[in-house]
């Protein structure tokens, strides 16, 4: 059963920085991008960072030059260091793994961890 399990959530003050892991367990085929998203209470979930299985990235403009994406593909682990954060950054962060299966591609999703940036 494929787990994404998160960690390196918290408080920091702002201009702080936090580091953030999500390991990925069980039986999965091929992974064909790694992210994070994040959602801050009354609003939507959106994409704070993505990386591929080729080392792409991606990075939603407010985090551009503050946060790094990185991953550890023997340990199907994904990491973001977030540099600089502003009180802006305050979210529940998710996990999230896509996995590719045959022309299918399958999400998972970690459960979430918060992160509190205070002014």
């Known amino acids: 059963q494929v787990q994404l399990v998160e960690s390196g959530g918290g408080l920091v003050q702002a201009g702080g920085s936090l580091r953030l892991s999500c390991a990925t367990s069980?039986?999965?085929?091929?992974?064909?991008?790694m992210g994070w998203y994040r959602q801050a209470p009354g609003k939507q979930r959106e994409l704070v960072a993505t990386i591929t299985s080729g080392g792409s990235t991606n990075y939603a403009d407010s985090v551009k030059g503050r946060f790094t994406i990185s991953r550890d593909n023997g340990k199907n682990t994904v990491y973001v260091q977030m540099n600089s954060l502003k009180p802006e950054d305050t979210a529940v962060y998710y996990c999230n793994v896509v996995e590719a299966y045959g022309g299918i591609y399958i999400n998972y999703w970690g459960q979430g961890v918060q992160v509190a940036v205070s002014s």
């Open positions: 069980g039986r999965i085929f091929s992974i064909n991008a």
